[in-house]
């Protein structure tokens, strides 16, 4: 006999997952421990729980995943090559219709597109708080992303308007938004999105309370303080419209104790989830829970309420580092909803943690 968490080691399933699908009837252990509950495996499930877990992989219904593991374990292997002949029919239809919606998109873009809008290239120059601006980029450090195929999204967006500048970073799946204060600008909205290297060595220049120089030039970004410069050609992309992404209903608030909170994630329940940023292969993930009387709990079982929400376990502790303060406040909206990471201070730092799927 096998215990659940061999069976999960070996077959490719969570732990979780094992469960859902005996109550679901698809995989139902050999044995139940009347006294425990606890679940044992026949050796010859081993097989079962594979073949299920690459059928869930393909994105086969449960509805026919039920007909497939009834035809292999009476060897109806007719019925068995129907349905996955079936079923990949249906993906390749649904590849076929998306490619079609995917080319009329790229029509609607190209209609879309106008040359004539273009950053400013005047040369801009303002003063910015060194420790201002050290702190915005190390709040936002965390969600550029390296993903060759959002080249736009491989740096930190420098937002200048008025007195302030918005300092913006994102991979898609997370995003982290910080300000510092500027003087000497009073022109038109300017933006740049400076490449993550540059900004790094940016970050390092401002290692003390000296006077920081921001220009922007062009394509070109400079950061200069004292004797010191840095200095580099800004991305030529256009970054997306964060002010729309971070427009979020208000959802509940809750207070946490990072250092204790941080623990009771690190040494908390995982499930298992599709990670998108690496193409769905699976990810650790934290369900959180926040109850009535405000307290955020880690917890392994979700059900049908409202108040949880299951992200990305290593980037919620990126988050949870990136705020640099020992209380931040959790804004949980729906399930499906991000996750707000804010500080108490100000409403102008915080970051966003998009949900995570979790595995059946």
Not at 26 to 31: I, R, Y
Not at 112 to 132: F, H, I, K
Not at 337 to 359: G, Q
Request: with cysteine; net charge negative.
């Amino acid at each position: 006999m096998r215990s659940i968490g061999e069976m999960a080691r070996d077959s490719g399933l969570s732990v979780s997952a094992l469960r859902f699908y005996d109550g679901a009837g698809l995989l139902v252990p050999a044995w139940v421990d009347p006294v425990s509950g606890y679940r044992w495996y026949g050796t010859e499930q081993l097989d079962e729980s594979r073949l299920l877990a690459r059928l869930r992989r393909a994105g086969m219904p449960l509805a026919d995943i039920r007909l497939v593991l009834a035809g292999w374990s009476g060897a109806d292997t007719d019925l068995v090559r129907q349905l996955l002949h079936a079923h990949l029919r249906r993906l390749e239809q649904g590849l076929a219709d998306a490619r079609s919606e995917f080319s009329t998109l790229r029509a609607l873009l190209e209609l879309r597109e106008n040359p004539m809008t273009v950053l400013p290239t005047a040369a801009v120059g303002l003063a910015v708080s060194a420790p201002e601006l050290a702190a915005a980029l190390d709040a936002v450090r965390f969600a550029v992303s390296t993903d060759p195929e959002l080249p736009m999204l491989g740096g930190v967006l420098f937002d200048i308007e008025g007195e302030a500048l918005q300092v913006v970073a994102t991979d898609r799946y997370r995003m982290a938004v910080a300000q510092a204060g500027v003087a000497g600008h009073d022109g038109p909205r300017v933006q740049a999105v400076v490449p993550s290297p540059l900004a790094d060595a940016m970050r390092a220049l401002l290692s003390d309370d000296a006077p920081v120089q921001l220009t922007v030039d062009g394509d070109r970004v400079a950061l200069e303080t004292g004797d010191r410069q840095v200095a580099g050609q800004r991305l030529d992309h256009d970054f997306p419209d964060y002010r729309r992404l971070v427009r979020l209903p208000a959802g509940r608030r809750a207070s946490i104790d990072v250092p204790a909170f941080r623990k009771a994630v690190e040494t908390g329940p995982v499930r298992a989830g599709e990670s998108p940023d690496q193409g769905g292969v699976s990810c650790d993930v934290s369900v959180l829970r926040v109850a009535a009387d405000g307290v955020v709990t880690v917890c392994e079982d979700v059900d049908d309420d409202q108040g949880h929400v299951a992200v990305n376990r290593e980037f919620l502790l990126h988050a949870l580092a990136a705020g640099a303060r020992d209380q931040l406040i959790l804004e949980f909206g729906a399930p499906t909803a991000p996750l707000a990471i804010r500080r108490t201070d100000t409403e102008d730092a915080f970051s966003l943690l998009m949900p995570v799927r979790l595995e059946n």
